[in-house]
């Protein structure tokens, strides 16, 4: 019997998931399809209480759902409770089932580049503080940073991320980022800046380490104007795309039996897919 699995989102049509699923489907010969189902915010708690009902057998869940899936939810993994959203949705004998994969999209995709990224790593700074920033964090603890460095725009919202997450986090003024950056290793980009469209991160990266590494979790364009100037310095980077497409490996395996690969090809599909 065919699986059909979606992304549910509002809008959605931009979607890069069926591209990403549907070459796993075609790569391991699965029965099942992988399509986009567009349900607006007045509708989605009636979707989700009858998920049974939708003909899916699990779904991704992207923007601006992944609270509701969180809420809908009967039961989470330790991940998507910690961050209070869900983007990855499944049915066990019935029951909703959510996790979120962001966390393991950020980290696999460092991994993936650069295996030994976190040996005696220190300390690291991220910029930002929002939803994605939250699932950077969490990361970059789960994997014994000894702190992490959160600079934004809006203060509030980095002491937020210290409250939830412990002394760890150290949340630093936007204007105070300079001094941070001292021998820092490790840089992540969270905000929408340089994003197509949006201004580019404007920072001084003259006093990173010489073996620092620099990641931005935004891939339109691929190499954002960061990753330029790290990459111009000489230093390691790390493009946002890997995030996307690692992200989506767990919900692929719990779908469909069968744990994907993100192979060469399947990069170099999506970058042709963003540049059409
Ligand atoms: P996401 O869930 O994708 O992280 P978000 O919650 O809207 O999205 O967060 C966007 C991040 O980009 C925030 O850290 C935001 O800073 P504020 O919390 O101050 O809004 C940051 N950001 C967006 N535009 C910015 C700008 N022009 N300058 C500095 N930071 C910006």
């Not at 057998?57 to 910690?82: I, L």
């Not at 910029?127 to 702190?147: F, K």
């Not at 409250?163 to 980022?177: A, N, S």
């Not at 039996?257 to 599909?269: C, I, K, S, Y």
């Amino acid at each position: 019997m065919t699986r059909h699995a979606a992304v549910i989102g509002h809008p959605v049509a931009h979607s890069r998931s069926p591209l990403i699923h549907g070459y796993w489907l075609k790569q391991h010969g699965i029965d099942g399809d992988y399509g986009l189902r567009d349900v607006p915010p007045e509708r989605i708690e009636t979707f989700l209480a009858d998920f049974a009902g939708s003909g899916l057998v699990g779904a991704n869940v992207t923007v601006p759902h992944k609270e509701a899936a969180f809420r809908a939810a009967v039961e989470r993994d330790p991940v998507a409770q910690a961050l209070g959203a869900v983007n990855t949705l499944w049915l066990e004998d019935g029951r909703l089932c959510g996790a979120n994969t962001d966390v393991h999209g950020f980290l696999a995709n460092l991994d993936a580049a650069e295996p030994e990224w976190a040996r005696a790593l220190g300390e690291a700074v991220v910029l930002g503080a929002g939803g994605a920033s939250r699932a950077v964090v969490y990361g970059l603890l789960s994997r014994g940073i000894d702190r992490v460095v959160v600079a934004n725009r809006t203060r509030a919202r980095a002491e937020a991320l210290r409250d939830q997450f412990g002394p760890r986090v150290l949340p630093v003024d936007w204007r105070d980022l300079a001094s941070r950056l001292d021998g820092c290793r490790l840089l992540v980009n969270t905000t929408s800046l340089g994003m197509k469209g949006q201004p580019p991160l404007d920072i001084d990266l003259s006093a990173l380490s010489p073996d620092a590494l620099v990641t931005d979790i935004v891939y339109v364009p691929l190499e954002t104007p960061l990753l330029k100037v790290a990459k111009a310095r000489g230093l390691a980077t790390v493009d946002g795309l890997g995030m996307l497409l690692h992200q989506a490996v767990p919900g692929f395996e719990r779908w469909f039996g069968v744990r994907p690969e993100v192979t060469p090809e399947l990069r170099a599909l999506a970058i042709a897919d963003l540049a059409a």
